[in-house]
């Protein structure tokens, strides 16, 4: 009788938030269900109008002898969680763009590496514990991390950072990605458990934690998702399989729907596209709709640092260090994405559709780490959001959208992202022609009381602007059949 | 008789006389067919449990006792596909008896009310049910339920088609020496991967659990029933469903 026990999400998100509470009506649990939209009953900000931390949840689930068997509680078993988190990105190279891993160090000053990088260690925590990540310093000034803590089914909770960002030396705001003497708490690692059950102790197999920005757009879905990123590097990388005939429902219209709610985050595109992609919904629409569409799509075999005018997505390249020349060198969807629209296009899909998909009720294992990587960007990785092309290119994986947590150290996700994260997240507005994570970083915006678009970062107007307000910018939420601003404070 | 004293094995002596005894000398009543239902109710909160608790075993189950004599037990999911869950096992003499009690217990006001206060709270995410055929001699589920208080109850099914509409004997035999004995042993009459085998079977602990699958995995016959399926048809019996519960307490209370 062989159980195998493995973490799932493998890739968990917990976003921070400058609320610092940490019982369960402080925070809000991310979502599970892939599809799912997040709107927490305690609200997205706290009654002081702090930014809630978004917990991520994980699960053991089991097989045995290869057959499914569930989720693991501690009903039937005893779990013990081990969690390090690190944030290393001041003592990682400086972000050039993809394909320059090895440039120069950030803060190369700085002989004592050791003392830029921001590691509590690793917390082990049992049944109804916690455990604070409160020990990591950045030359020499305590920084937080986050926090673990198990439910009553010995489930993990794991939450992130506060959004604190500072400088000890009062070093200025240079650059968008590398700023020397500065630091965030954003961080990653490794989550790791061992299962006792029925008197044997077992390793679960190990899963990975971001913890990244506050997602202020829920509602949005990305272009490219941190799910597409990673499922596109799993076929080229692994061989893994994607069906040939996609589903309209589950495969084609979330990329139209990519699309078309790109008109609550950016007011740059024409109308003329959004109508476009409306006319091919319900399916099967015909051939001429379909290409209509179709053909706005960039080619993902387009040299990237080449040029294709007014193509789609409209987000800028990877290769933006590369080709800075102000013309339209955009992100291509990936090759599994452009053949599913493909298929479509030519007429090779399943037609099943019912209207639009109602996120599924039931937690799966699958389900939960799809649930937390759709929301978060797969590209442009300028340098990201939430992660950066090492994940997608060059780290390893033991199984689909599981990294290789045994090769990795904490902090490796997101030690090539931008230093503090609050720079890029203010340079990475809307950059004509192109956007660049308009989903996760809203270019413009409705509120309430106007049909007007409005610069969500109004008010915003510098990376050190960000560093201090960026707590206050709104969150989007679905209201009725529009996506409005609400709860800004700034 | 071996089966019925490994089964008093773990119900312990003293209740011996309590169980409901298959008596040897009737064929005729041991292979009468008995209509076994399992409902699964999936929770969509785990919070909520106490509500669908409140509702099998303060109302549903004293109905069930009322209307008819044969068991009906609810187990909470301890390892299971979904969870949390409640399953309901249930025992009829014939499907006309479950259909009469299934409307009967429909018509009941209270019960009516009950499942509207459930629905309108979005207690459950899915009602699962399986119907399973079983001859009487195939049950054995002792007469005071309390028994099954402490360990652990394993519903498990296969697929197997060198077994036809009954698991053979030698199936039983093997179980039984491996320290498996099933409460329920029963054929399913729809579905997917017919034909289909369900056993519920009760063990003292899941360490117990795991041993006794251990021995079974490693006994030459059971090795030899492998093959001998393995070469009717190309596979060996699959296991397609496994799922642990314990007693839940409202079966305690009902």
Known sequence: ?490 | MMYRRSLLSWLGASVAGALKPVSATDTQAARATRVVTLESFCIADAEQAPRLHAYLGGTLLPLLKGIRERPAICMDAIVAPHAPQILLVAVFSSFDEMLDVRGRIASEPHIRQARAELESAQVLDDVRSQVLIATEEALRFPADLGGLKTGVLELRSYHAPAWHDRSPTCVRAVFSRSGIHPIVNAATSAGEHMPRFTYLIRFESLAARQEAWARLEADAEWIDIQQDSISRHGFAVKVTGKSIYKLATCSELA
């Not at chain 1, 990540?133 to 950045?138: R, S």
């Not at chain 1, 933006?320 to 298929?343: L, S």
Request: overall charge neutral; charged content about 15%; aromatic content about 12%.
């Open chain 1, 1 to 490: 009788m062989a159980w195998t026990f493995k973490i799932y999400p493998s890739i968990g998100i917990a976003r921070l938030g400058n609320c610092p509470g940490d019982t369960p009506s402080d925070f809000y649990v991310g979502p599970e269900i892939p599809g799912s939209v997040i709107v927490p009953l305690i609200g997205y900000k706290d009654s002081q109008g702090r930014v809630r931390r978004q917990a991520a949840r994980f699960r053991i689930f089991g097989w045995e002898d290869g057959v499914f068997m569930g989720e693991i509680t501690s009903s039937a078993a005893n779990i013990t969680w081990t969690v390090e988190l690190a944030n290393t990105k001041a003592a990682f190279n400086q972000f050039q763009g993809i394909g320059h891993t090895n440039g120069p160090l950030r803060n190369a000053s700085v002989a004592n590496r050791s003392s830029l990088m921001i590691t509590p260690g690793p917390r082990t925590i049992g049944p109804s514990s916690r455990a604070v990540f409160d020990t990591g310093q950045f030359l020499n000034r305590p920084v937080p991390l986050g926090e673990i803590q198990t439910d009553s089914a010995g489930r993990l909770l794991l939450l992130g950072g506060f959004g604190n960002s500072g400088s000890p030396t009062n070093a200025p705001l240079t650059t968008f990605a590398n700023n020397d003497g500065w630091h965030d708490d954003v961080s990653d690692g490794p989550v790791t458990a061992t299962v006792t059950y029925a008197g044997q102790t077992y390793a679960a197999s190990g899963a990975w934690v971001i913890c990244p920005p506050t997602r202020f757009a829920p509602p949005i879905t990305h272009s490219i998702s941190l799910y597409d990123a990673l499922l596109q590097a799993m076929v080229d990388r692994y061989g893994y399989q994607v069906p040939a005939r996609p589903s309209f429902t589950n495969d084609v219209y979330p990329i139209l729907l990519s699309q078309i709610l790109t008109q609550w985050v950016s007011s740059k595109l024409p109308n003329s596209y959004y109508a476009a992609l409306r006319a091919v919904i319900p399916p099967p629409a015909t051939y001429a709709l379909r290409d209509a569409v179709f053909q706005q799509f960039r080619l993902p075999s387009t040299p990237p640092t080449e040029a294709t005018p007014h193509l789609m997505p409209a987000i800028w390249t990877d290769y933006f260090a590369g080709a800075k020349t102000g013309g339209w060198i955009n992100h291509p969807f990936t090759v599994t994405q452009y053949n599913v629209m493909q298929a479509w296009r030519d007429g090779n899909f399943i037609n099943d559709w019912v209207g639009p998909p109602s996120p599924g009720a039931n937690i799966t294992p699958d389900g939960l780490t799809r649930a937390a990587l759709e929301n978060c960007s797969g590209g442009p990785f300028f340098p990201g959001i939430e992660t950066s092309f090492l994940t997608r290119d060059q780290y390893p994986f033991v199984e689909p959208f599981r990294l290789d947590w045994t090769k990795l150290q904490a902090g490796d996700l997101t030690k090539q992202n931008a230093v503090p994260w609050q720079t890029d997240f203010n340079d990475c507005q809307f950059q004509a022609p192109l956007s660049w994570w308009p989903a996760a970083r809203p270019d413009n915006v409705f509120t309430a009381t106007s049909n007007n678009y409005v610069a969500w970062d109004r008010g915003v107007k510098s990376g050190a602007d960000m560093v201090n307000l960026w707590s206050g910018l709104g969150f989007l939420v679905q209201s009725g059949s529009a996506v409005i601003e609400i709860d800004r404070t700034i």
